[in-house]
């Protein structure tokens, strides 16, 4: 919970963490994932990204704020599926691209 109050009122818990609090999988311990609808600084401990979660896909768990079941464990099998254009999400494709090369560095 406090990675998510550091990170502001509209961050949400999200993918191993997450997926370890809905009981889909078990926490391995590292940094915690958090997901803001703004740019914002990683750190050591906290994990942030910044895609859009619509609210159906936002949930509360034990007064954690989090990505839903089906978000998280997508998050937490290491995919994702969109079957969205560019300009439904709003972002550029280079943006989406530059995410995905710091993902897959860890």
Do not use: C
Not at 40 to 61: C, G, L, N, W, Y
């Amino acid at each position: 919970m406090a990675a998510v109050l550091a990170s502001g009122p509209d961050a949400l818990l999200s993918h191993n963490a997450a997926a370890a609090l809905w009981g889909v999988r078990g926490y391995s311990g590292g940094a915690v994932h958090i997901t803001v609808p703004h740019k914002s600084t990683s750190t050591k401990r906290i994990r942030r990204h910044f895609p859009v979660v619509p609210a159906d896909e936002q949930a509360v768990e034990e007064g954690i704020p989090l990505t839903s079941v089906h978000r998280s464990a997508l998050h937490a099998a290491g995919f994702s599926v969109v079957h969205l254009t560019w300009a439904q999400l709003d972002v550029e494709p280079e943006e989406v691209a530059s995410d995905l090369r710091r993902m897959l560095q860890g």
